[in-house]
């Protein structure tokens, strides 16, 4: 069996990213490589090496210059095992949401569409992933007077007072126009709390319900029309 070492993955991962991404730029080859791409008002730092590990390669991803504070950042790192040939460990570090704000002319005729997603605390990655998508809709949809509104429950904790904190997420939940349920390889205790009284209300026609694997949260989302209409193709 042919051995290769690290400089040839290093090469073969550069040429595998560059066939696909011709835009992609290496910014650092020093035991590894680190390629920057720009999407829109994305930037994607990717760092892969067979030296560092996912957590070392993060903690490199600094370019000073390059980082624009109006795009949202990923970092992504990658570490390919010399010894079992494959890619044995990744990671991304997220951008922050950022709420957008809505102009202060504005706050008395926007009707805010509130979406309260309801999801156990292992699937953080996926709420952090739907407030991006909803931050990067809300853009554009306030020039057009609209905008979408996420409830989660971690944003709900501060404003807490009573007994049983589930009965208070309920209670928000109710509120909303739109309830999207994530269900992921499992679903806890709450999440199925939430799920059975958003039931109970849908078959009373109170609210609308939507109960998405996270393959079809995009899907979904950019099936909202305001104000709100919601076709029957996006149930499952």
Known sequence: ?????????????????????????????????????????????????????????????????????DCNVYKMAIHFDLVQRKIDAWDVEMPKPKPVEIPLHMKKTIQPIKIFLASSSELSQERQELALLIQKENNQLIKQGKYLELVIWENLLHSFQGERIQDYFNEKMLECNVIVVIIGQKIGNFTHEEFNVAWEHLKKDIIQIFCLYMSRIYQFLLRIELPLRITPECWI
């Open 1 to 69: 069996m042919v051995s290769h070492n690290a400089d040839f993955y290093h090469h073969f991962y550069y040429l595998m990213i560059r066939s696909a991404c011709p835009s992609g730029r290496v910014i650092e080859t020093d035991n590894c490589i680190l390629i920057y791409l720009e999407n829109n008002q994305e930037q994607f730092f990717i760092n892969f090496s067979c030296q560092y590990s996912v957590e070392e390669l993060l903690n490199q991803i600094k370019v000073s210059g390059m980082m624009s504070p």
